[in-house]
């Protein structure tokens, strides 16, 4: 059997158990091991939270280092995007997934890589004011001190708050964000979820707001098999898929044009791509299930891409503008399969 099938059936078996968002992070700590912050991972989150951070600078509206209020889609075990953004300026942050992946362990992780880092490289990315740096020491001795075990806790000083959930139903003022981020997280949303997701990104955001999300459009069962290519999963019918897929994160299979069109229905226009296609040869050889017939065939082979998304009103063609390159290694989310 195929080694992306094997993988594919226990993640099946361990979103049958009670409890899977736990047995799926035991699975990926002690057997992929998927969940270590290591020194390439930090450096790429944060790579990430700098790219974002461009766009609310390219995009936004100006004044940002008087502070900001940001939304993040995704925590995952390490919080370095929230962090980041909390560094760069922002004095209310939400950062939201539908389970609770960051402990104080992960915290403490975290901000010790943080503090580790040369401000004055650090500064070459945005910049931080050293107020900013000593709370987040703060944090840290908080988090050694033990006292407190919850990690929503440890962050509230930093103006960061953690929340489990659905974020389409959010009950966070109207018009209250200025910059709303995610990484590698839209794919495991199906059509409805995005839908609504964004909608309720468009009445969250203020005068002004910029999204900015890289998102995943391959099979990523292919970065774990080197025998099947990155568009394996188009050769399934939605049933069939069903049964392979991961329950617990579901990959969505949507195309570049659905994400184009979720974002226009929701009230957005997209300001900014940088789409990554993979090898035509290995697409040509896919034999595409039915629902992905209909799709042109430079659609189907965008396997990456960086969506900036304004509203639609406040579009504005920027084609002579500078082009900001996305980091050539996006990080992909710890719940990745």
């Known amino acids: 059997m195929a080694s992306w099938l094997v993988k594919a059936l226990a993640q099946r078996a361990i979103g049958s158990l009670p409890n899977p968002h736990l047995w799926n992070e035991l699975f990926q700590r002690w057997v992929t091991r998927s969940l270590d912050l290591t020194p390439q991972r930090f450096e790429r989150s944060l790579a990430n939270c700098t790219a974002h951070l461009e766009q609310l600078d390219r995009f936004g509206l100006p004044g940002r280092n008087n502070g900001f209020a ?4 995704g925590t995952g075990a390490y919080p370095v995007v929230a962090l980041g953004l909390f560094l760069a300026g922002a004095d209310r942050i939400w950062t939201w997934d539908i389970a609770s992946l960051a402990k104080p362990a992960h915290l403490e992780t975290t901000i010790e890589k943080f503090i580790g880092l040369d401000p004055g490289a650090f ?4 910049h931080a004011h050293p107020e900013r740096w000593d709370r987040l020491r ?7 001190a033990g006292g407190d075990r919850d990690t929503r806790r440890l962050l509230e000083p930093l103006g960061i708050h953690v929340c489990v959930g659905d974020a389409s139903r959010s009950g966070l003022a109207q018009a209250s964000l200025d910059l709303i981020v995610s990484d590698v997280v839209l794919e495991y949303l199906d059509w409805s979820e995005l839908l609504a997701v964004f909608r309720e ?8 707001v910029v999204m900015s999300h890289t998102i995943s459009l391959d099979d990523q069962y292919a970065y774990y098999d080197s025998s099947i290519t990155k568009f394996n999963f188009l050769r399934f019918s939605d049933r069939t898929w069903k049964l392979i897929n991961n329950p617990l994160i579901p990959l969505n299979r949507l195309r570049i044009s659905d994400y184009r069109a979720a974002l226009a229905e929701a009230g957005f226009a997209v300001a900014f791509e940088d789409s990554t296609r993979g090898d035509a040869a290995d697409l040509a050889r896919t034999p595409l299930a039915p629902r992905f017939q209909r799709y042109a065939a ?3 082979l ?19 503008e500078p082009r900001h390159e996305l980091p050539a290694h996006a990080e992909r989310s710890a719940a990745s399969p």
């Open 298 to 300: 430079d659609d189907l």
């Open 201 to 208: 990104f468009a009445r969250l955001g203020a005068p002004g």
């Open 70 to 73: 940001a939304l993040e889609l």
């Open 123 to 126: 500064g070459g990315r945005f």
């Open 138 to 144: 703060q944090a840290l001795s908080a988090c050694r």
């Open 302 to 320: 965008v396997i990456f891409t960086w969506l900036v998304a304004v509203r639609q009103l406040e579009a504005r063609d920027t084609s002579a």
